[in-house]
């Protein structure tokens, strides 16, 4: 019994003992920063996080690993990635067929930044199993702000015209022979009321104003006011005499009643020949818009 048990354990080691290790691949030469010998339960994503690199990054230097399924005391060798990529994730190849294109088109990047990312792919014939790094896409280019519109220029106010200044209205002249003029300020008037306030005769008054009804005229009438005659008085010398030259009378060529509503200075004078400041400095009393 004894012996059997012997035996048993005899050929168990030598059966682990005569199992081969996986070997290197050949064909690949990576730099390793170094080696060490997988425990149980490992993969290629685990040795990867030890040293700060992807699953991808251990399956490319030891491409006969089945990372899901690594052998206790495997010697692996840890990579040395001057520049490798950065991965956002890692994928596992998990069915017959895929290749950088559609597991590309997966993660939404190109087909060579995958490559780059796995350089020991053969794109068109990935094995099942097999650890995939997926890099992480650039940043992307911001938008150029769009150049803001230059803001128009306003336009110049137009400068408001001068108004023009009112033409001042010419005096009237007093007629010829006349001191003043008197405006008719209110009913009643006559002739003799108005002689009596500037000492002259009411015959004077009609003489100057001959236009006038002597007993009834209207308000606001223009007058004419004629000097008044010379009185007899003491002289320094009784010899003297003192002459005084009647004013002028304005001479007529014709008067002219107004025919109808409406008619004024300008109308008037244009139908005998004058202008109608003539026509208004003949006839003073009168309003030349409203006759």
């Not at 009237?172 to 008719?184: D, K, W």
């Not at 500037?198 to 006011?225: G, H, K, M, Q, R």
């Amino acid at each position: 019994m004894a012996l059997t048990l012997i035996s048993i354990l005899t050929l168990v080691s030598t059966a682990v003992i005569a199992a081969p290790l996986p070997q290197d691949d050949p064909n690949v030469d990576p730099s390793c920063i170094m080696n060490f010998r997988s425990v149980a339960g490992e993969t290629c994503d685990s040795i990867g996080q030890r040293f700060d690199m992807t699953g991808a990054d251990i399956l490319a230097a030891n491409t006969f690993l089945d990372c899901t399924n690594i052998w206790e005391g495997t010697p692996i060798c840890v990579p040395s990635i001057p520049s490798a990529p950065s991965c956002a994730s890692t994928y596992i190849v998990t069915h017959e067929g895929e290749t950088c294109d559609s597991i590309s088109s997966q993660f939404d990047v190109s087909s060579s930044e995958l490559f780059a990312a796995n350089s020991f792919l053969n794109c068109e014939d990935i094995w099942l199993n097999t650890n995939i790094c997926i890099p992480s896409q650039g940043p992307s280019v911001p938008a150029v702000p769009a150049v803001p519109a230059v803001p128009a220029v306003p336009a110049v106010p137009a400068v408001p015209a001068v108004p023009a200044v009112p033409a001042v209205p010419a005096v009237p002249a007093i007629p010829a022979g006349c001191v003043s003029i008197y405006t008719v300020n209110s009913q009643g008037e006559t002739c003799d009321s108005i002689a009596a306030q500037f000492e002259v005769s009411s015959s004077d008054i009609f003489a100057y104003n001959d236009f006038l009804n002597c007993e009834d005229i209207w308000v606001y009438t223009e007058i004419c006011i004629p000097p008044a005659a010379p009185t007899d008085g003491p002289t320094d010398s009784p010899s003297a005499t003192i002459s005084i030259a009647p004013a002028p009378v304005p001479t007529c060529a014709n008067n002219y009643v107004v025919q109808s509503t409406g008619e004024t200075c300008d109308s008037i004078g244009t139908q005998f020949g004058v202008s109608g400041p003539e026509i208004l400095a003949s006839n003073t009393f009168l309003d030349c818009q409203d006759i």
